[in-house]
């Protein structure tokens, strides 16, 4: 197949087949060396045709861009709530958690019934006020400047109060997964956050629907050696959860 038009529409078929091309598979299926692969991946992404990947392209934009909380509300909301459900089996006898920001770890907070005293550790002012009148839940809602698109605080006087705490369960919410480079959100200053949270936590948990796979935030939170639990939807492929499980986490489908 030598051909560049012959390799271009190979290359397209395959990617509306899978969603994605591997430059392995490719050099295998197509007889022809990387560079000429490596090549027609840029031939076809300057075309808009394709997003190059590491070591291949995808169909879709593999960094994750960052939208308003109010934005990303309703965004596979069915998914988000059974995700939630399934999180508070995971809660167990512990008498404190930390809850994140973000969609997905806000629908936890809605569902959070305690039978007893629970102590909620949170830097978004949504899960506060969701939790703070709510019968058996004390909130220490962690402070300094509020970010408008998450409604949730950063630097370092959230960072101070996390030093002198600790908790049982950490329930994140993330904007990327991706098998190489880990767990990532889109902000900076909320990525160094969260990573101060999980220096805080027994158990961490991610909460992420299957739009979240195959993607990366500008800002890695931790990789698959910190996570104990990741919660996601039956819309994420088998062998992706194989690979992931591989690593050491539990995966759980809601």
Same mark, same amino acid.
């Given at each position: 197949?030598?051909?560049?038009?012959?390799?271009?529409?190979?290359?397209?078929?395959?990617?509306?087949?899978?969603?994605?091309?591997?430059?392995?598979?490719?050099?295998?299926?197509?007889?022809?060396?990387?560079?000429?692969? #490596?090549?027609?991946?840029?031939?076809?992404? !300057?075309?808009?045709?394709?997003? #190059?990947?590491?070591?291949?392209?995808?169909?879709?934009?593999?960094?994750?861009?960052?939208?308003? $909380?109010?934005?990303?509300?309703?965004?596979?909301?069915?998914?988000?709530?059974? $995700?939630?459900?399934?999180?508070?089996?995971?809660?167990?006898?512990?008498?404190? $958690?930390?809850?994140?920001?973000?969609?997905?770890?806000?629908?936890?907070?809605?569902?959070?019934?305690?039978?007893?005293?629970?102590?909620?550790?949170?830097?978004?002012?949504?899960?506060?006020?969701?939790?703070?009148? #709510?019968?058996?839940?004390?909130?220490?809602?962690?402070?300094?400047?509020?970010?408008?698109?998450?409604?949730?605080?950063?630097?370092?006087?959230?960072?101070?109060?996390?030093?002198?705490?600790?908790?049982?369960?950490?329930?994140?919410?993330? !904007?990327?997964?991706?098998?190489?480079?880990?767990?990532?959100?889109?902000?900076?200053?909320?990525?160094?956050?969260?990573?101060?949270?999980?220096?805080?936590?027994?158990?961490?948990? $991610?909460?992420?629907?299957?739009?979240?796979? !195959?993607? #990366?935030?500008?800002?890695?939170?931790?990789?698959?050696?910190?996570?104990?639990?990741?919660?996601? !939807?039956?819309?994420?492929?088998?062998?992706?959860?194989?690979?992931?499980?591989?690593?050491?986490?539990?995966?759980?489908?809601?």
């Amino acid at each position: 197949m030598k051909n560049i038009t012959e390799r271009h529409e190979f290359i397209i078929q395959q990617l509306k087949k899978n969603g994605k091309v591997n430059i392995i598979e490719l050099i295998a299926l197509m007889k022809v060396s990387g560079v000429t692969i #490596r090549k027609d991946l840029k031939l076809l992404e !300057d075309k808009n045709l394709l997003f #190059r990947t590491r070591g291949g392209g995808s169909l879709h934009n593999p960094y994750a861009t960052e939208r308003t $909380i109010n934005e990303k509300e309703f965004i596979n909301s069915d998914e988000k709530q059974k $995700i939630a459900q399934a999180a508070l089996t995971l809660i167990g006898q512990n008498d404190s $958690i930390s809850i994140g920001s973000g969609t997905t770890v806000f629908e936890l907070a809605r569902c959070l019934y305690p039978n007893k005293n629970l102590t909620v550790i949170t830097p978004a002012l949504k899960v506060a006020l969701e939790l703070s009148n #709510r019968p058996n839940v004390e909130v220490l809602q962690l402070g300094g400047l509020i970010r408008p698109n998450s409604s949730s605080v950063a630097g370092s006087y959230a960072e101070k109060i996390l030093s002198e705490i600790s908790c049982g369960v950490l329930f994140l919410g993330v !904007d990327g997964i991706d098998l190489d480079f880990g767990f990532s959100i889109t902000n900076i200053a909320e990525a160094t956050l969260n990573q101060k949270m999980i220096d805080t936590a027994q158990t961490l948990v $991610i909460m992420a629907d299957s739009t979240k796979f !195959d993607r #990366r935030g500008l800002g890695k939170i931790c990789g698959f050696d910190q996570v104990q639990y990741l919660i996601t !939807d039956n819309k994420v492929s088998a062998q992706t959860l194989k690979m992931i499980e591989d690593k050491g986490v539990k995966v759980i489908i809601a």
